[in-house]
């Protein structure tokens, strides 16, 4: 992951600050950076979604493909994950942006995995033969710290902006079976994004945790929690990182203000995404695929 080098002094004046609740940029160990959220920002895709936190710029775009179910879940639909971490920090260039894209989707993939994140059931087509396939392409174009959060929000507002064309199964008298989709771009399935969890990334600064690190606040955390909350702030996954060590008290305490963050976090979005969607072909784009 990309990181900052930073002097003994700096490390201590960005630690001693965390203590009393007071971040360099005037930010509570709670506050999230201001965040700019916009969807459909790229034409040829079936959903897409544009998110700014702080420094740190994601872009994610969704295409809804044919393709066969999995063996041991016939009447299920999936979700490929491909994280492509082409930031312009050094860090990130060759081996370790590959190794991060890895981490990222494999992190995706752990998220979603639990059920109901999303009715994968809604993608099935015809069981054991076709079903929907989602290929959710991330790109991080700017790291800015705090990278899966921003992630994990472009992806479900990528979710919610996506459109899957209606089909119909038509079967002859010999029994074959044709696919046949609609014309209308309005006759579609839009997704329940109403389960999907978003991450909240917890780091460990001296005695106390801060949500949404900075660069700078990252270089002082030895250790991190990773935690994906629903919107009704139930956990369902955790993930620690760094070569610190987190004792289970700070782990409660990480836990449970996981789970008020994250819930706040979830309403946050919503109201976004909500008033994007009442404005419809009307709203401006502001992005720089508008």
Known sequence: MAAVVLSEAEKLY??????????VDGRGCEDYRCAEVETDVVSNTSGSARVKLGETDILVGIKAEMGAPKLEKPDEGYLEF????????????????????????????????????????????????????????????ECGGNIFDAISIAVKAALFNTRIPKVRVLEDEEGTKEIELSD?????????????????????????????????????SLASLLISVTSKGAITSMKKVGKGSLDPESIFEMMETGQRVGKSLHIALQ????????????????????
Request: with cysteine.
């Open 82 to 141: 491909f994280v492509d971490c082409s930031s312009n920090s050094p860090e990130l260039e060759g081996r370790g942006g590959e190794e991060l894209g890895t981490d990222i989707a494999n992190t995706l993939y752990r998220v979603f995995s639990c059920e109901n994140s999303v009715d994968l059931k809604s993608l099935c087509i015809n069981p054991k033969e076709h079903c929907w396939v989602l290929y959710v392409d991330v790109l991080l174009l």
């Open 14 to 23: 960005i630690v001693h600050g965390v203590q009393e609740d007071l971040r």
């Open 184 to 220: 209308d771009p309005y006759d579609c399935i839009r997704l329940n994004v109403d389960e999907v969890p978003c991450i909240v990334t917890l780091s460990k600064i001296g005695y106390r945790h801060v949500v949404d690190a900075t660069l700078q606040e990252e270089a002082c």
């Open 271 to 290: 109201k976004i995404l909500d008033e994007e969607e009442t404005l419809g072909t009307s709203r401006p784009k502001v992005g720089f695929l508008g």
